[in-house]
């Protein structure tokens, strides 16, 4: 079953469940995913364009909790909490920092990244090889970190 369709029964046993915050989460995902098959047309979206959507969506939950943390508005940090919570379910299992990077010390040495001019490169390999499995904030700091 694709993620859309995964997504879509979710919502749709929430609403059964009278599960408010699961289910505006889930109606706030189902819109992004939308307007991203919109911008895809003719093309028929995939999960990984989903999972693009969801990312997006995860950092503007973390960004908005940061801002609201910052207001002191205790009642709008819960609800993006409870919210983010109900979109991170649907990224795949992310990898440990250990993982990654063992996998960034591979691809600079498939490469033969030697500088930092390089890095472009290496965050691009690893972008594509894990797949929406790693954060690209580790990501950049591991690269940084082996490169520097």
Same mark, same amino acid.
């Given at each position: 079953?694709?993620?859309?369709?995964?997504?879509?029964?979710?919502?749709?046993?929430?609403?059964?469940?009278?599960?408010?915050?699961?289910?505006?989460?889930?109606?706030?995902?189902?819109?992004?995913?939308?307007?991203?098959? %919109?911008?895809?047309?003719? =093309? /028929?979206?995939?999960?990984? #364009?989903?999972? !693009? $959507? *969801? &990312?997006?969506?995860?950092?503007?939950?973390?960004?908005?909790?940061?801002?609201?943390?910052?207001?002191?508005?205790?009642?709008?940090?819960?609800?993006?909490?409870?919210?983010?919570?109900?979109?991170?379910?649907?990224?795949?299992?992310?990898?440990?920092?250990?993982?990654?990077?063992?996998?960034?010390?591979? %691809?600079?040495?498939?490469? =033969? /990244?030697?500088?930092?001019? #390089?890095?472009? !490169? $290496? *965050? &691009?390999?690893?972008?594509?090889?894990?797949?929406?499995?790693?954060?690209?904030?580790?990501?950049?700091?591991?690269?940084?970190?082996?490169?520097?």
């Amino acid at each position: 079953m694709a993620m859309k369709e995964i997504i879509l029964n979710d919502m749709k046993n929430a609403m059964k469940a009278q599960d408010a915050v699961k289910l505006s989460a889930l109606r706030f995902l189902q819109s992004a995913i939308k307007n991203k098959e %919109i911008e895809l047309r003719p =093309k /028929a979206i995939a999960d990984q #364009d989903v999972i !693009a $959507v *969801i &990312k997006k969506l995860c950092n503007q939950h973390k960004d908005s909790i940061e801002q609201y943390s910052k207001a002191a508005r205790q009642d709008l940090v819960d609800n993006e909490q409870a919210q983010l919570k109900v979109i991170e379910a649907y990224l795949p299992k992310q990898m440990s920092r250990e993982e990654l990077e063992k996998v960034i010390v591979q %691809i600079i040495a498939e490469t =033969k /990244a030697a500088s930092m001019k #390089d890095m472009g !490169a $290496v *965050i &691009k390999a690893t972008m594509a090889k894990t797949a929406g499995a790693a954060d690209g904030k580790m990501i950049s700091e591991i690269v940084k970190t082996k490169l520097g």
